[in-house]
């Protein structure tokens, strides 16, 4: 062999070994937390491997410990996860098709490579890890945070976040506790201030009404609404009643008994409506509104993520924007506005959230608490409906190794 030819392979052999070793220090960098001290790139975590019913959840102790990609991730040791109906929509395949864009925005993947799939939209837990660029959390702080719908969710021993995507955790809450408002809380704020154009300024004295008031979001909305100065009426059925009162629901309208509208038409006319039940709703609850004051109706309940799925995207998006115009037009001419509202994920929204907590302003509704092995016997109960207040389940102690 030449002397040069010997050079060359000598210098690959050097460069080959040196990448090994970087490559070695990143992983180990990223790595360094997990679920036992012998394998670094594994943790247990429920996770689903094809859409369905509640049959398709799975237990497994070997699903991908989360590594940061990016220098604004942080790494959260999950406390306890929040289970929304969110959640029973993905297993079952809901949104499927945008939420795969999202993830491959360019379809370099194969088709099904979200699995095994994650779900849990609602976290509270400890810091383990922070990227380079996160300035304003450091290990070992306690969060909460409600994680986009095209991440791996929170039914799992540890997560990945962005920086923005997480707050600190209120002061005055448990990790269980915490863990039954993030997701409810940014859904709320999202339809209310990003999409309503409300603020604690700007609320006192002015009638809201909440179709749907005993769920998630209608608990947390009453509160906020409350909080700032508005008079709330809801719709909710009669057993529900009492409880909406005790969160500061002036006005309880039953649906139960008959039309809900015919009674609610009967009340003074209101300056924001927050539907989360959809259907026919629509077809009378603008006609509540006080017409030409900027009054605002604002449903959670859209076609977006449905037209994706069953027409593609492309044709989704037009179908959808062609929808939204129509309506939102239709509703102009009488002196209203018709608003899509939509869940999202923001750490500063639940800044301002977590000192509401933290001052008494609102508080958490917890249904019912299950142990991580009770995973699936959760899902049954979401399965059933008629919530009151939110299903959370307990994975871990902040000081669990």
Sequence with gaps: MSISMHFICRNSALLFKNKVLCLNSVISRTRQFSSTKNCLNIMPAWVIDKYGGNDVLRFTKNAAFPIINYPNEVIVKVCAAGLNPLDVSMRAGYGAATLSMK????????????????LGRDVSGVIMECGLDVKYFKGGDEVWAAIPPWK???LAEFVVLSGNE????PKSLNHTEAASLPYVANTAWSALVNT?????????NKRFLIIGGAGGVGTFAIQMLKAWGGHVTVTCSQNAEQFVRGLGADHVVDYTVGPVEQPLRALEKFDLILDNIGGDTEQWALDLLKPWTGAKYVTLVTPFLQNMDLLGIADGMMQTAATMTTKALKHLTKGVHYRW???TPSGPALDEIKEMVDDGQIRPVVEEIFSFSQVSEAFEKMDRGHARGKTVVHI??????
């Design 152 to 154: 791996q969710g929170s």
């Design 196 to 204: 309503g154009g409300l603020n604690k300024d700007n609320c006192a």
């Design 166 to 169: 997480i707050s600190f955790k």
């Design 396 to 401: 871990s102690n902040p000081g669990d190794d």
């Design 103 to 118: 993830r491959d925005p360019l379809n370099i993947k194969q088709s099904g490579n979200e699995f095994p799939l994650i």
């Design 341 to 343: 509202g939509f869940f």
